[in-house]
């Protein structure tokens, strides 16, 4: 087994394998590698600018240095900067010497004073966040969901002709085609991927407030707002003019709702399914060594759609009260988005393993043609409709 034994979440153990990809991104190592990412880029940018004349433009070979240290960032390099902070008491602070102690190393020190000039850990840690999101979306959940809206979107094809019958109010109703019930699922959820794909992703780099005091106080003539925006473009995120001392997350609140949505989708579809097992419009396909039930040795539960349907559940619970609680914070800071924060990863490892049970049980599906029509043979009083809807025309 890969996982500790011992481990108190099952995203981190019983279920490690399907969450392996989220680590790099969502743990506290993806954290610290944004922040020193962004700690850098600001340092760059500001060597850059012609106005900020006391600190001097890099060399071609310093900037390699600077830019290889957030791009082969290692465990090693996260466990250094934690060993600072567990004097400092200060994560983002930790950061800041940990810079210092590399830059040292090149004889770079002589820029030391400008490593988080004017910032706040604010501006480090929204950004850091930000950069997370982003990765974590665009090349691991969308991917994810749309292999889901792959099968769907074949089996709506494959199955476009195939008549069954509906069940409106669980009760026998005017038929319909599997195909079709394929489609409005992957419909459902073309849609909101499209929206998450669209979704901005938003930063700020303005200070204690807000405000650029303490940028103005050094460079007063300088303007700071473009400078940021410029800087926070170049990350290819969003620029938010308008904030307190921390961006006010009300995108993530907006990403999570969206994700949410996703997943609620599937719960529908992984119910719909179990139905129709139970129906036995559907049997299983029997993996080999794999035991479907403890005591009865001919049934195999439709325990992927249970699993999809329970982690779906948790992860829109997380994600119900992170898009709540992180909006809101007492006048221009408090600190209780800082320890929830940490979670943002807790959600998406609940969505990751749903979608994997999901496509799992998908994939296992084998039809039962002879059920539907056998279903549909018995319940031609569902023809009703049809029938009445003929003679309104003929009065």
Known sequence: ?????????PIDGRYSRQTESLKPVFSEFGLIKNRVKVEIL??????????????????????????????????????AVKEIESKTNHDVKAVEYWLRNQLKKKKLNKVNEFIHFSLTSEDVNNLAYALMLKEGLSTIIVPS???????????????????????THGQTASPTTLGKEFGNINSRIERQITQLKNQEILGKI????????????????????????????????????????????????????????????????????????SLGYFKQKIIKGEIGSSTMPHKVNPIDFENSEGNL???????????????????????????????????FGHTLIAFASTLKGLNKLLLNENKF?????????????????ILRREG
Do not use: C
């Open 206 to 277: 303005n200070g204690a407030v807000g405000n650029f005091n303490a940028h103005v106080s050094a460079y007063p003539k300088k303007n700071w707002p473009a400078f940021s925006k410029s800087f926070i473009s170049s990350l290819k995120l969003t620029y938010n003019p308008m904030t307190t001392q921390i961006e006010p997350h009300d995108f993530i609140a907006e990403i999570f709702q969206n994700v949410s949505r996703i997943n609620t989708i599937l719960i529908d579809l992984n119910r719909d399914i179990w139905g129709y097992i």
């Open 42 to 79: 600001w340092l760059i940018a500001l060597s850059n600018d012609k106005e900020i004349k006391e600190l001097p433009k890099f060399s071609k070979q310093a900037l390699k240095y600077l830019n290889n240290l957030f791009l082969d960032f290692s465990e090693k390099d996260a466990k």
């Open 145 to 167: 969901i749309k292999k889901i809206s792959t099968i769907l979107k074949a089996n709506s094809k494959k199955f476009a002709a195939l008549p069954m019958l509906s069940r």
């Open 313 to 347: 559940g948790i992860a829109n619970a997380i994600f119900e009260h992170l898009s709540r609680k992180l909006p809101v914070s007492r006048m221009q800071r408090d600190l209780t988005d800082s320890t929830v924060l940490r979670n943002v990863g807790v959600p």
């Open 373 to 389: 029509k056998e279903d549909l043979d018995n319940n031609w009083a569902v023809v009703a409709e049809a029938i009445q809807t």
């Open 1 to 9: 087994m890969s996982f500790a034994i011992t481990s108190i979440s």
